[in-house]
């Protein structure tokens, strides 16, 4: 399916109870249960929205992945990934980023244990030399945010499986058209969709897109999904409102 078919068509299914064309704003908290436990895959709205789900369908088709989570801010799903790990853990991040990536992974996660250091990653050949054994995460941002400068994400793929490291893109400035990360050997795609995906600069939204594949670290890309969809569902903002998830399915 081409890009322009995928970001049509993508998740959009016509609705069962009405047959409209275009995904309804579920505007709801909770959901009927014919008895606890059972009911139609959606319980709760922190967790579960079919206006929600439309989105995270879509975004995971542009990106090639085979799931998507949506979060109310581009940093809330950086939040998602970096509580993945532990006190004591590395992050091997590119030098050149969004400084609120670089705030959160250094003023707020620094304080409990997690280590975080930023390096130039122009050349994978420095990459190769700066991994330690507490190095578990390898954060690229390409191109920059501010600077635009690139990153071969092929090239830091090949050497973080070779040392079985988890790697997150932040593919906000290229954006899906233009560059898909899971297909260059990433495991966690990171956007600021408040920024080209929303494009109207009118809605505050983030999302992960992680990739199907065999695990070459401790969770596998699918199980580290579910992880984060239950840290999304302990922060504020979930995922974001059903109106602004329509705004960005719309625009898509």
Known sequence: MKFATKAIHAGVEPDPSTGAVMTPIFQTSTYVQEAPGKHKGFEYARTQNPTRSALEKNLAALENGCDAICFGSGLAAQDAVIKLFASGDEILAVNDLYGGSYRQMVRVWGQWGLKSRFIDMYNPENLEREIDPDTKLI???????PMLNIVDIAAV????????????????????????????????VLH????????HSDVVHGCLIVKDG????????PACAARMRERRSCSQLPGVSPKSVKSILARL
């Open 139 to 145: 954060w690229v941002e390409t191109p920059t945010n």
């Open 157 to 188: 793929c090949r050497i973080a499986q070779k040392h079985g490291i988890m790697v997150c893109v932040d593919n906000t400035f290229a954006s899906p058209y233009l560059q898909n990360p899971l297909d260059l050997g990433a495991d966690i």
């Open 192 to 199: 600021s969709a408040t920024k080209y995906i929303g494009g």
């Open 214 to 221: 065999a695990a070459r670290y401790k969770n596998s890309p």
